[in-house]
């Protein structure tokens, strides 16, 4: 059937291109028939002075939108340093929202005085309250291996930290972390049915927090990998039944989870198996000389099922509040290494799960290793030997079913519904489509430049869609117009087709924000995002409708022992009450409902100098909570252009002197 379709699409392409093509041609000759319509004649000359070439056209035909037409796709994209998600409709790459999620975000009255304060204070990393983070590898909720458009989660590589992001209101709704571990790279990533929210660490500290000396690195300093327990009901991580497992000092890095056939394990890459410290300014190697001499490094195998059992048998200590399997039960139990080359980065399962792809980057190949294998060698107990901290390695020849030779600097790998895979490869700028079953390089296209990830359609699901893939681009130097040295990045789609066509590209996008690492890309019919909170009063940091949601006809103000309480309504174009009268010193306890449902019905709530803004979207409720310490007078008024008296949507806190 998708092969069909889009053989239709394509030859629907050709044949408007052709009619396109030969009407402009006609309309464009001198004394061309007459009454020729003009469209035509306006193509062909478009065409000309905008120095497009029929492939730029065909191009453009596959990616415009017109108004009102929606996109097949969902793409999430880590915002990197901005700490943010952002939605992108596919084909048309059309930004729809940037979410916050670890860095505030006015638009969305996130992070200035409402509630998702309290979503922030409980990312606090040693007692310190974060404001950014380094959003990297963004996961869909899966069921049965398969996006199920319910939640998903990011990870905050800078100081090891997940959110939950709900997708029936595109809203964080959760941040945890632990102090287990001071770094994040190998997550989020999800088991195939979402029991897991996983965290895989990267730069190896004391497990816990605390001081150790560098000279002390092979001792003292681990790695650890998170199990986030995940109520689907709930919609939350529940950080009392999750755990981890003790990792040596290795780096580890990317990491997936097994499905299908290898359902129940996860697979991490690691590097830096030298344990390399740096030292620059104490006559020692730089880290990254150092930790390029080894090889091979480690992928670490991981039985989850049995780590579960090693829990429940109080086979853990207790560290950075959570139950912990040390290194030494878990190595032979449920932790496994088989060598990879050299320093390798993405770790990829098959959609069926039966194999793994794993790229090196200082390697020209993908090696591609068989679940069946692994799990017959660690069966047989069949291993080469152990690493210094006793975890058995298995043979790397027998643990693999071939190489394909791709190119320079592979890194990232998707898989779409034919059999191909599609490799990033960073020197080269160029995504390789190569053939799973053959290893052999099928087709390369050029990407503009410094790709890091690739993501294509349910690409690292059970079953790929094919179709689009997006090449996610690092510093694009010379694609667009100039913005300072700080260079924008470039999201490149590509046509993939049903797998047996030529790659095209089709467009680019600019990314004015941090890096975007990862992506995914969900089929947008598997969302079913609300228009309006319902019933009003909901709070979406808790998804329930909040205890002091604010009624029409009961607004009031109630002076009480912990401070002054404002039960407020917003309705357009009015706040009621609009008068709040406070003494000097008092604490003010804001409860803004908006009463609305209607669909486009969002107020704002802003108070001047305060640092507060709220959203208020239809039917939503938020609690704000400030000392009003500085006697003045201060208006505050809604921040969305709601109606045409939206300026007289507006009232003031009267903060009174003490005599
Ligand atoms: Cu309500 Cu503007």
Excluded at 189 to 208: D, H, K, R, S
Excluded at 367 to 392: C, H, M, Q, R
Excluded at 403 to 419: I, K, M, N
Aim: charged fraction near 25%.
């Amino acid at each position: 059937m998708r092969l069909r379709e889009a053989l239709s699409r394509r030859a629907e392409w050709a044949s408007t291109l052709s009619i396109m093509a030969a009407v402009g041609a006609l309309a464009c000759q001198p004394g061309g028939a007459p009454g020729a319509p003009s469209v035509g004649g306006g193509l062909a000359q478009l065409m000309q002075e905008r120095e497009l070439t029929e492939s730029d056209v065909m191009a453009a035909l596959k990616t415009y939108t017109p108004t009102g037409k929606l996109d097949e796709y969902y793409l999430f994209a880590s915002g990197g340093h901005s700490g943010q998600v952002l939605v992108i409709g596919l084909p048309s790459m059309r930004l729809l929202k940037v979410i916050g999620v670890f860095t505030p975000e006015p638009w969305q009255g996130y992070g200035y005085g409402g509630d998702s304060g309290a979503l922030f204070d409980a990312g606090e990393k040693h007692g310190r309250k974060m404001r950014w983070g380094d959003t990297h590898h963004p996961a869909l909720s899966e069921t049965g291996g398969d996006y199920d458009g319910e939640y998903l989660f990011i990870n905050d590589k800078n100081s090891a930290r997940i959110a939950v992001i709900d997708l029936r209101d595109f809203e964080t709704t959760q941040i945890v972390t632990s102090s287990l571990i001071e770094n994040d790279h190998g997550g989020t990533f999800v088991t195939p049915n979402t029991e897991y929210v996983i965290e895989g660490p990267q730069y190896p500290a004391p497990l816990g927090g605390g001081y150790a000396d560098i000279a002390d690195y092979a001792e003292k300093y681990r790695g650890a990998v998170i199990l986030w327990r995940f109520n689907r009901e709930t919609g939350k991580i529940e950080p009392d039944k999750s755990f981890a497992i003790e990792l040596p000092p290795y780096m580890q890095d990317l990491s997936d989870a097994g499905k299908l056939a290898s359902d129940g394990w996860i697979f991490l890459n690691s590097f830096n198996t030298e344990r390399a410290t740096g030292g620059t300014a104490e006559g020692k190697p730089p880290l990254e000389s150092g930790a390029s001499q080894n090889d091979m490094d480690y992928m670490h195998i991981i039985n989850w099922r049995r780590a579960e059992e090693m829990v429940a048998e109080g086979k853990t200590k207790q560290i950075g509040g959570l139950p912990v399997i040390p290194l030494d039960a878990a190595a032979g139990d449920c932790l496994w290494f088989v060598g990879e080359p050299k320093s390798p980065h993405g770790l990829d399962v098959t959609p069926d799960g039966k194999e793994l792809v794993v790229a090196g980057k200082l390697d020209t190949h993908a090696t591609v290793y068989s679940f069946e294998k692994i799990k017959g060698l660690i069966d047989a107990k069949k291993f080469v030997g152990n690493d210094d901290y006793g975890v058995p390695i298995l043979p790397f020849e027998e643990s693999i079913r071939g190489q394909a030779e791709l190119g320079l600097g592979p890194l990232h790998t998707q898989y779409d519904g034919a059999g191909n895979a599609y490799t990033s490869l960073f020197i080269e700028s160029k995504v390789v489509k190569w053939s799973v079953k053959d290893l052999k390089v099928l087709e390369k296209i050029p990407v503009h430049y410094n790709v890091g990830h690739i993501v294509a359609a349910e690409g690292d699901t059970v079953s790929p869609d094919g179709r689009f893939l997006v090449s996610l681009n690092k510093w694009a130097i010379d694609r667009f117009m100039k913005v300072g040295p700080l260079l924008p990045q470039n999201f490149q789609l590509i046509d993939i087709g049903d797998g047996s066509e030529t790659m095209q590209l089709l467009y680019d996008m600019p990314i004015g924000i941090g890096e975007p690492h990862y992506a995914q890309i969900v089929k947008a019919d598997k969302l079913n995002p609300k228009e309006v909170f319902e019933p009003i009063g909901y709070n979406p940091r808790t998804r329930a409708k909040d205890p002091n949601a604010a009624t029409s006809g009961e607004e009031r103000i109630e002076r009480r022992p912990d401070g002054v309480h404002v039960w407020m309504t917003a309705v357009r174009s009015r706040f009621t009450p609009d008068l709040i009268r406070v003494k000097e010193g008092d604490t003010v306890h804001l409860h803004v409902t908006n009463v609305e449902q209607a669909k486009d019905a969002t107020h704002g709530f802003g108070i001047g100098s305060h640092n507060v803004n709220l959203s208020l979207e239809p039917g939503e409720h938020e609690n704000v909570t400030f000392v009003a310490d500085d006697p003045g007078v201060y208006p505050f008024y809604c921040t969305e252009f709601c109606s045409a008296l939206h300026l007289e949507m507006a009232g003031y806190l009267l903060v009174e002197p003490n005599e």
